[in-house]
């Protein structure tokens, strides 16, 4: 049978996720700094919630993530900071608008997955390697989009490119090994233990 949308049961799963966002992303477990680059965690939960939750549960995880996302911009991540410093609203919209769609279009896949004949742990499989993938095209999408003329006059083209092709590859491909071993096992095990459907 199919969950009411704001049974109490799935509010306080929300709840949970989004405590954990909190946690993770105000404390070292939440982002992997090396080399420059900041690898999240985060799309963790908001991948297990998208899953367990749906598309709306989804995009209000991945708005949470987007706004402590926001917030690390100031002092908190290097890279934030200048970004920051250039264009506050154009940061704002790198970092929050695309992780409500993060959340939204991986709770949107795994719905369509399944409507398929898929088994129930490879559409949770293939949501949950969705999310960083998602969270990684969004992100850089929207920054080499809405930067691109201040990465060019600052850095010049011959720094920005490797930059991007790194941040692509390293990011994305931690982000998206860990989201599939890590979120696809607590996504299946959380539905298996609250009994969604």
Excluded at 46 to 72: D, E, K, M, N, Y
């Amino acid at each position: 049978m199919k969950q009411s949308k704001f049974s109490t049961k799935y509010l306080v799963e929300l709840a949970l996720l989004v405590a954990i966002i909190l946690l993770m992303a105000f404390t070292p477990i939440g982002y992997i700094k090396t080399l420059g680059l900041e690898i999240t965690l985060i799309v963790i939960p908001v991948a297990v919630g998208a899953v367990t939750l749906g598309p709306a549960g989804g995009a209000i995880l991945g708005g949470v993530f987007g706004i402590t996302s926001f917030i690390q911009c100031f002092g908190m991540s290097a890279f934030g900071t200048v970004l920051l410093g250039v264009n506050p609203f154009l940061t704002f919209l790198v970092c929050v608008p695309t992780r409500i769609l993060v959340g939204w279009l991986t709770g949107l896949i795994y719905k369509g997955l399944g409507k398929t004949s898929l088994p129930s742990g490879a559409s949770i499989t293939i949501a949950n390697l969705c999310c960083p993938l998602l969270n990684t095209a969004l992100f850089m999408g929207s920054l080499v989009t809405l930067f691109a003329g201040t990465m060019r006059e600052q850095f010049g083209m011959t720094q920005v490119l490797p930059f991007i092709v790194t941040f692509v590859g390293i990011n994305g491909l931690v982000e998206a090994a860990v989201c599939f071993v890590v979120g696809a096992g607590v996504s299946v095990a959380l539905k298996k233990a609250l009994k969604y459907s």
